[in-house]
């Protein structure tokens, strides 16, 4: 089994599809933002209610920078969340170092949008996506099909996400190559996920690979399941993704057609030729994609808790009531609920995920069935008219025919009305909200100087922390932050290939980092120094800093 600082890092992916902690609210709490330390309103605020202690509204919007957080779960979880509030306009900065990754994000906030899409399909459908190495047939299909309004989007400008994405921070070859990545999501490309997957396990294996089951028991027991939630993750579910790479099942579905999303490329040495790019599966194998949004849930419902209840518990047989998956259904379902109907979710049977649904969505996908009033109207016009006629078999025949007819229009106008209802709440959920894609060198991001004091929060991933060094080009870091900005930075916690006190050596150097840029830690550690309790918390898993610039 791979050993070497390098091997492990590359099991950790060397182009990352997903992050190493939960989704989180980014708005919630922030810097100078009065309105989200007081306890959200029933009713949504609209942006303009956002105003000043004197009175005056405040139209500055709210800038939020992410650094490689691998996904779009921080960015989905702030803009479902931001009309609880009275909040200003939200800027959304993402910069992530491949354009693989980058061209996901375009992709998952198009699926969360795509209100002709029932909200129950649209959810397990993100999942899919998100997280399986293969998917449906049709799903395979559907990624193409977006895939070309990406495409058109870059070229010309329009489409769904185009007054959403703001690409002027983007070079001219990262459009292009943003279509590139686009163009090889068809399905006439060829991408054998499985045998790229297999190269990967067993070059992390090695001589360990037919062995590997009970290594992957270990990593289960001895490092995941210590952590607070993370034992919702079942070890069938955990074992089933580190095997095959399908993270997320929904019923009888067969999952068929390789992830193109997944493909990326990355830096590799040939012999005799020096330094090429290889397209492969370079992702994380070992962690997983379920800690984005299927270990823990910012809902307070008690329904909502009961998802984490573990039966026996303080014996041998422990055993979680619900699973990962569950989880993480809840936490997509929450947000595209929030997103469309500007109301929060909430569960109306205990232990089932899709009851805040609604009877409509579950079995129509958007007509109710306890609405007959306009259908019965409808039917009764026609059975008038049927009855005026004279009543022989063949006219008999005709009405039937009439009112089944009559009840299938019905039926179609409803659901065109509910997805209307759906795209016009969608369209106010992004009123306001601006994101920007960027790529590249994340050093050049620092010393640019439209960037200098310029973020109210920013997130760096595990992938990013280097950069925080304390060095002299290290000081760079603090430019982007505004005067009494809010800083998160993702730890140690689900860093399984690293050994317990490796983990804890990590975060005690990641606060040395922080106190060189005058960082003020707001998690409270048990001692003075990180322990390895400390590590097994899932609040841990995102440090959040206090930011205050000196007066200079």
Known sequence: MATTAQSVLMSLGMVNMWGFSPAFDMLHGGPGLKALTEAPSKAPLAASDASN?????????????????????????????????????LHIYIYEKSIETLARHFLLLQIAQDW?????????????????SRV????????????????????????????????SHLKMRHRDELI????????????????????????????????????????????????????????????????????????????????RTMAAYAEARKKHHGSVLCRGLWTDIIIGPFISFGVRSDSSHPLAKQLFEIHNKGTGVEQNRHNTVEVAVFNILSYLYEMETAEIYTMKKAH???????????????????????????????????????????????????????????KQKAKESAARERAQTIYET??????????????????????????????????????????DEAKCFSNLLADNAAVSIESSVFLLPLKEDQRVLY??????????????????FTNKTPTKEDLEQINASVLRFSFTRANT
């Open 53 to 89: 202690e004197d009175g005056s509204i405040d139209t500055d919007p709210i800038r939020i920078l992410l650094i490689g957080p691998g996904d779009i779960r921080h960015a989905i979880a702030t803009i479902a969340h931001r009309k609880r509030y009275a909040t200003r306009p």
């Open 116 to 132: 002709q899409l029932p909200i129950r399909q649209r959810c397990n459908l993100f999942l899919e996506v998100f997280g399986n």
């Open 136 to 167: 449906q047939e049709r799903t395979s299909a559907y990624i193409e099909e977006k895939a070309k309004v990406l495409i058109d989007m870059l070229h010309n400008e329009r489409g769904l996400l185009a007054d959403q994405f703001d690409l």
């Open 180 to 259: 590139d990545t686009f163009r090889s999501w068809f399905q006439s490309v060829r991408f054998d996920v499985d045998k790229l997957h297999d190269h990967r396990l067993r070059h992390y294996y090695e001589v360990r690979y037919d062995y590997r089951n009970n290594l992957i028991d270990w990593d289960y027991t001895m490092s995941l399941k210590k952590i607070e939630n993370a034992s919702v993750i079942h070890i069938k579910q955990y074992r089933v993704w580190r095997n095959s790479g399908i993270a997320f099942e929904f019923g009888d579905q067969t999952y068929t057609e390789p992830n």
């Open 352 to 410: 089932d995920v899709y009851s805040g649904i609604g009877e409509s969505e579950l079995d129509q996908g958007g007509v109710s069935e306890n609405q007959p009033s306009d259908a019965t109207s409808l039917s009764t016009i026609v059975e008038l008219e049927v009855d005026n006629e004279e009543q022989t078999e063949d006219s008999s025949q005709t009405r039937e025919e009439k009112l089944a007819q009559s009840s299938e229009l019905f």
């Open 430 to 471: 992004f009123d306001g909200v601006k994101i920007f894609p960027l790529t590249g060198e994340l050093g050049d991001l620092y010393v640019k100087k439209r960037y200098a004091r310029k973020f109210d929060h920013v997130f760096v991933s595990t992938q990013h922390t280097h950069t925080l060094q304390d060095t």
């Open 507 to 524: 975060v005690s150097k990641l606060l040395e980092m922080a106190q060189a840029h005058s960082l003020k830690s707001a998690f409270q």
